[in-house]
């Protein structure tokens, strides 16, 4: 069961959005940059011509179109389909447990 999850060969595989430091080790699925854009595929050239490609960082898990950090950036980040050429990503935000603080009045005292 994910809660986020991609479709690799018929597999479902978990999301790990959390990012820690610059985020080299991320592994989410946030395909959306801080301002929305959405992030070209790395295996592609379209757009935007790059060599961020899996076979130059075969350890950084470039797919899909996916943030990543290859590169030692500031943070995650991707290339996008628009006229920017890239842009810095935040992952994508999960599910976590609320507070939730009930005050109860007593009732006047007739």
Do not use: F
Not at 45 to 62: K, V
Not at 71 to 92: A, F, K, M, R
């Amino acid at each position: 069961n994910c809660d986020y999850y991609y479709y690799a060969q018929y597999a479902c595989q978990a999301c790990d959005e959390s990012l820690q430091g610059s985020g080299s080790s991320y592994r989410g699925c946030q395909m959306r940059t801080r301002t929305g854009r959405t992030c070209q595929r790395w295996d592609s050239q379209t757009p935007h011509n790059h060599d961020r490609t899996a076979a130059e960082y075969p350890t950084s898990d470039l797919r899909d179109n996916y943030c990543r950090n290859p590169d030692g950036e500031p943070s995650i980040w991707c290339y996008t389909t628009s006229n920017i050429l890239w842009e810095l990503c935040d992952p994508l935000e999960t599910d976590k447990p609320t507070t939730t603080t009930t005050t109860t009045t007593p009732a006047p005292t007739p």
